[in-house]
């Protein structure tokens, strides 16, 4: 892991980013020099690592006292992306302008950026967890189609937050099942990239004893703040 740029923000937390081979991330650290409990923060979409959204999430939870990480996966942010990604995406802009069926559509397009996003992931724990500012124990939040697959094979994620939006490839709704560790579902009720009873059947199928789901009123980008506080509260009482 190599850090290009190191800045100290206004509310104390240290931003760093680096690279880890052809992998581009950003690294927040609190203030504090005491050992950080570290939160994987994962986006999909295409969307860059330092979409602001998620930049603010990022910046509130490393003031709360943890490590918080994000990468740009494969397609994502500047990286390059497969001509196989390019003609997906536009078949699916045009089946959904159309009004068409894009189960399909989806399912050969997502399912391959899960399988090409999780182990890069794996490789950015390992050497986060190098790092004498981060001590564990590990959360994820974010994109539900990775977060599935992660809290399913990585044994070091111990509480996970999903954001029920977007497609969930069928590999993941049966890995579902498998997950087990606390979790924290939240759903736009009216997210329209979001079939509502999609949602809650997933929700239903995941196999932890302790699950919570939050749904809240509008769009795929309406999420409350207040959820971060509640987040918060969450990843407060499995990871510290």
Not at 18 to 24: A, R
Not at 210 to 237: C, I, Q, S
Request: glycine share 10%.
């Amino acid at each position: 892991m190599h850090f290009t740029s190191e800045r100290r923000l206004d509310d104390g937390v240290v931003e760093r980013e680096f690279t880890l081979g052809e992998i581009p991330g950003t690294l927040w650290t609190p203030g504090s020099a005491a050992s950080a409990p570290l939160i994987l923060m994962a986006h999909n979409n295409g969307l860059s690592k330092g979409e602001p959204r998620l930049v603010a999430r990022a910046r509130h939870t490393a003031a709360n006292g943890y490590a918080v990480a994000t990468i740009d996966a494969a397609g994502c942010g500047d990286r390059p992306r497969s001509a196989a990604d390019q003609q997906a995406r536009a078949d699916l802009r045009r089946a959904m302008q159309a009004g068409e069926p894009v189960d399909e559509i989806f399912e050969s397009f997502i399912g391959p950026l899960v399988e090409k996003a999780a182990p890069e992931w794996r490789t950015t724990l390992d050497a986060l967890l190098a790092l004498p500012e981060i001590g564990g124990p590990v959360g994820y939040s974010g994109w539900t189609a990775l977060g599935i697959r992660l809290a399913v094979t990585e044994p070091r994620i111990a509480a996970a937050g999903f954001f029920a939006g977007g497609y969930v490839p069928r590999a993941q709704r049966e890995e579902a099942r498998q997950v087990t560790v606390p979790l924290l579902f939240l759903l736009q009720w009216d997210d329209e990239g979001n079939p509502r009873q999609r949602a809650l059947d997933l929700f239903d199928a995941f196999g932890t004893k302790e699950k919570t789901l939050h749904a809240n009123m509008g769009g795929h980008v309406g999420t409350p703040w207040f959820e971060l506080e509640d987040g918060g509260r969450f990843y407060d009482r499995h990871l510290k």
